[in-house]
């Protein structure tokens, strides 16, 4: 993966419409997009359909490590 060369996700969103005083709407953005019935079992699916390794990314507490790995995972990727 290589990272846009624009800054502040310029071309990925307009800029001058991430905050108002609703609230950000980058956290709408990412709401509207991102799906919420996701699940653990939709790991354990990938994994049934793969003999690719399946690595997660975004996982953030040492209890959902442990889900994931239990869930098939192979590994996770943390970042700050």
Do not use: C, Q
Not at 14 to 42: M, N, V
């Amino acid at each position: 993966m290589v990272a846009p060369a624009n800054a502040n996700l310029e071309g990925l969103m307009p800029i001058d419409d991430l905050d108002t005083a609703d609230g950000s709407k980058l956290e709408k953005y990412a709401r509207d997009t991102l799906d919420p019935s996701l699940s653990w079992k939709d790991v354990e699916w990938l994994k049934s359909i793969t003999s690719l390794p399946i690595l997660l990314k975004g996982i953030v507490t040492a209890e959902d490590a442990r889900k994931a790995v239990e869930a098939g995972a192979a590994g996770i990727i943390v970042s700050n």
